[in-house]
């Protein structure tokens, strides 16, 4: 098993910098991506970024590249989002999830953090 912990989000205005963390633990090992998701109330829920373990490679939602930054502390077992110049249209909840080796799609998920970009 695989535990997430996000931390960092909150309420902070339009064009602001904000960073979330993701905390795992268990059988990290086994863990090829990490991935942030969100999703804001009466949508689905969306892919915002991911990263590869190994290696370090990143992809991005187009609504959120250029602003957004994926990585990770091997160290800590942590990985990041920095988000930057928010937009009203970034609030959501986001969650931290991981994908293992053996699994085709994210199966391990944090709680959820909130982020609320006022106007």
């Known amino acids: 098993q695989v535990q997430l912990v996000e931390s960092g989000g909150g309420l902070v205005q339009a064009g602001d910098s904000l960073r979330l963390s993701c905390a795992f633990s268990?059988?990290?090992?086994?863990?090829?991506?990490m991935g942030w998701f969100r999703q804001a109330p009466g949508k689905e829920r969306e892919f915002v970024a991911t990263?590869?373990?190994?290696?370090?490679?990143?992809s991005y939602a187009d609504s959120v590249k250029g602003r957004f930054t994926i990585s990770r502390d091997d160290a800590r077992n942590t990985v990041y989002l920095q988000m930057t110049n928010l937009k009203p249209e970034d609030t959501a909840v986001y969650y931290c999830a991981a994908r293992s080796r053996t699994d085709a799609k994210y199966n391990y998920w944090g709680q959820g953090t909130q982020v609320t970009v006022s106007s």
């Open positions: 268990g059988r990290t090992f086994n863990i090829v991506h």
């Open positions: 990263i590869r373990l190994s290696g370090g490679s990143t």
